[in-house]
């Protein structure tokens, strides 16, 4: 099962984060790919926005590789591993001195999750965000069959 939407602007990605919101439980992992300015960080800002209840700042960890946000659900953990070192993207590397282990009992959003594929579990909603003039086409695939079963209807 893949989806395949079309975001028309950053709004409609923002928009679509906060669709998610709902499905995530604590536990998930989602990974979100593309390149620089796909709108990876845009997507979450919706999500968390959505599970706090109001429109929060989200910037990029991209300098500080993880930041942490308190929701009434749980607790969120958003990963920038762009710049993530290259001994720490091994099994066993430095990705538990960002909280790694410690995720498993709240969300884990992670950007640029293939600088760590290793530490990626096998359950988990792979997006894919592709800008395109103006635009961005959104891929959402789900990994095992629990999402597969939240996605259906999306």
Do not use: N
Not at 3 to 24: H, I, K, N, Q, Y
Not at 38 to 51: N, Q
Not at 132 to 153: F, I, S, V
Request: aromatic share 8%; charged share 25%; with cysteine.
């Amino acid at each position: 099962m893949r989806l395949e939407l079309f975001l028309p602007d950053s709004a409609a990605t923002e928009a679509l984060g906060a669709r998610l919101a709902p499905l995530v439980a604590p536990g998930d992992v989602v990974c979100l790919r593309g390149g620089l300015g796909a709108g990876k960080t845009t997507l979450t800002r919706g999500l968390i926005s959505a599970l706090m209840g109001a429109p929060t700042d989200v910037p990029s960890p991209t300098f500080t590789l993880v930041q942490t946000y308190e929701t009434r659900r749980s607790l969120i953990w958003h990963f920038d591993l762009y710049r993530l070192e290259e001994d720490a993207r091994a099994p066993g590397g430095g990705l538990e001195e960002l909280g790694w282990d410690d995720t498993h009992t709240g969300i884990a959003l992670v950007e640029w999750p293939d600088r760590a594929p290793a530490q990626m579990p096998p359950h988990r909603l792979d997006i894919t965000l592709e800008p395109t003039a103006g635009a961005r086409y959104a891929a959402l695939e789900p990994k095992g069959e629990d999402w597969q079963d939240r996605l259906h209807g999306f």
